[in-house]
């Protein structure tokens, strides 16, 4: 068995937006690039506390969250973004549902 054979086809990386994601980021591009794997990057939101009763600002911030983060991989790390998740709901299910791809290796930061 050679290690093509192992390799993932897909890479999840859940991100918090925080400085603990920064190690995870770099791992999920690194094996990504190295095994040729998709990567894609997830951020799950819940409705918070709502500034003056705006709709829409949780969701808006977990996009603003991913996209930084695509932004980062492609540009700094050399490694291209295939998806972008932001889903509403648990932390764990968000993240579970989206990993739930055949071949998919999931990498988080501890704070997430």
Known sequence: ?????????????????????????????????????????????????????????????????VSAEAKLIEETLGCPVTGIHTPYGSRARGILYHRGCRGCWAHRGRGT
Do not use: E, N
């Not at 190690?23 to 939101?45: F, P, Q």
């Open 1 to 65: 068995m050679t290690h093509k054979d192992v390799a993932p086809t897909t890479i999840l990386f859940a991100s918090d937006g925080t400085s603990s994601s920064r190690d995870a980021r770099g791992a999920a591009a690194y094996v990504a690039r190295s095994s040729g794997a998709a990567l894609h990057i997830v951020h799950v939101w819940t409705p918070a506390s709502t500034i003056g009763g705006a709709q829409g600002v949780d969701q808006a911030i977990a996009s603003g969250v």
